[in-house]
């Protein structure tokens, strides 16, 4: 299944807030009046609205996640904890967490174009995990500075994670250490997922 390119309204109405995809919110109290007033969601349905939830807010498409859950399965700690750890040091979202891009789908085209800089080379691979004192910069050119700095400008420090350092002035970040599960940047059951994809194999 490919990246999500439908509506994003509709997802957001029926999922929640999803700041890696978009910044619009759902207007709950618009919405009440076409809603049932309750419907009893099955143990399936709420662990695959979990899985929906964290692949759109990632951008990923089916098979990635299905990689990310396996080499975390692999890995010493819990799944679910592990699994959040990998996706949020990914290249295209350390630079929406930085603030150098408005959302994760930003972020990823920013890094494709070849604008991204890794300790002071170009990486162009969105899904490049980033490792502790790793440098995230810009190229120096007036285009590449100018849709960054853009970002940089409309982005609240109280947004930031404790696992980065922005120098917003030279339009760069740091990735201090491996990212603590509480600073996810996403409201997820990251159990549910794994739940979901141990009881399809």
């Known amino acids: 299944m490919s990246r999500y390119r439908g509506p994003l309204f509709k997802k957001i109405c029926r999922l929640g807030s999803l700041p890696g995809l978009t910044s619009k ?19 399936y349905r709420i662990r695959l609205e979990e899985k929906q939830k964290l692949r759109l807010h990632y951008g990923l ?3 990635q996640l299905l990689k990310y859950i396996r080499i975390a399965a692999k890995a010493k700690g819990q799944t679910g904890q592990v699994l959040l750890q990998l996706l949020e040091m990914r290249l295209d979202n350390i630079i929406f967490r930085l603030g150098m891009a408005t959302t994760i789908p930003r972020a990823r085209q920013l890094v494709n174009h070849r604008h991204i800089l890794v300790n002071g080379h170009i990486v162009n691979i969105p899904s490049y995990r980033c490792k502790p004192r790793d440098i995230i910069g810009v190229m120096d050119d007036e285009k590449s500075r100018t849709m960054v700095q853009t970002s940089l400008d409309s982005f609240s420090d109280k947004e930031l994670p404790k696992h980065l350092i922005r120098q917003p002035l030279e339009s760069k970040g740091l990735v201090n250490q491996i990212i603590d599960p509480a600073w996810v940047g996403l409201k997820i059951n990251e159990l549910l997922v794994v739940e979901y994809y141990s009881r399809q194999t």
């Open 25 to 43: 919110r759902s207007r709950g109290g618009n919405n009440l009046k076409n809603q049932p007033r309750s419907i009893k969601k099955s143990e």
């Open 61 to 63: 498409t089916e098979r």
